[in-house]
């Protein structure tokens, strides 16, 4: 399948400051690009999803000042943690999808911890 | 709204016996249902998916699934478990706007 790189794997960062995540996508355009949250023992929740080109669309709850959300071309999309804070602390994954009625592709993941 | 269940929380399963992990969607319209695998501390990877066709959907791993319309169910299967197939699966329906609406998981046991 479709390789969608993550990085980095893990990352510890000191309160109030800025924390920025990659999502690559390495072998096929990804028109569409997502960002989720997962909290221990939990299933995944969607933070946003981002089109190349255009502003990342948010979901209820997610404060787009908090979560930056780039995605600047068709293979690459960040999302920064700004300001961070200890409850901030958790796993981020990005997927990617090439289309409607293509599957979507994880990265590996991002073990965000805040002190 | 497309919505997932997952009534199980967890499966135990002997090395070597059949598996079955439950699913069960709803939708407006026809589902795109897929099934993804996720192990300690790392994303998640694709099983398997249903568009359109056979209600008999082969995945990797030997994993299989079957879509049963009149039951709204999406069940994940496996002849013969391995110690190795142990993980958390989650089944998924895609929804608005290409967006995949996950259950809350499954964590899979497999003993030997």
């Known amino acids: 399948g479709a390789v969608v790189s993550q990085h980095p794997s893990w990352v510890i960062c000191k309160s109030g400051t800025s924390v920025k995540i990659e999502c690559r996508s390495l072998?096929?355009?990804?028109?569409?690009m997502f960002w989720y949250r997962q909290f221990p023992k939990q299933s995944l929740m969607l933070m946003a999803t981002?089109?190349?080109?255009?502003?990342?669309?948010?979901e209820q709850g997610v404060e787009k000042d908090k979560f930056l959300i780039n995605h600047a071309s068709l293979t690459l999309s960040t999302l920064t943690v700004t300001s961070a804070h200890p409850e901030d602390s958790s796993f981020y994954i990005c997927?990617?999808?090439?289309?409607?009625?293509?599957?979507?592709?994880f990265g590996q993941g991002t073990r965000l911890t805040v002190v | 709204a497309q919505s997932v269940a997952q009534p199980e929380d967890q499966v135990n399963v002997a090395e070597g016996n059949p598996l079955t992990v439950k699913c069960t969607y709803s939708v407006s319209g026809n589902p795109y249902l897929f099934w993804y695998v996720q192990y300690p501390n790392r994303g998640l990877q694709f099983l398997l998916k249903?568009?359109?066709?056979?209600?008999l959907v082969k995945g990797s791993y030997g994993f299989e699934a079957e879509f049963n319309k009149s039951q709204t169910s999406f069940h994940l299967k496996k002849p013969s478990a391995l110690v190795s197939d142990s993980a958390l699966y989650f089944c998924a329906v895609r929804g608005y706007g290409n967006k995949l609406v996950f259950g809350a998981g499954t964590i899979l046991r497999v003993k030997s």
């Open positions: 997927s990617a999808s090439g289309g409607m009625n293509t599957e979507a592709f």
């Open positions: 072998d096929f355009q990804a028109t569409t």
């Open positions: 249903y568009i359109t066709g056979d209600n």
């Open positions: 981002s089109n190349e080109g255009s502003k990342a669309t948010y």
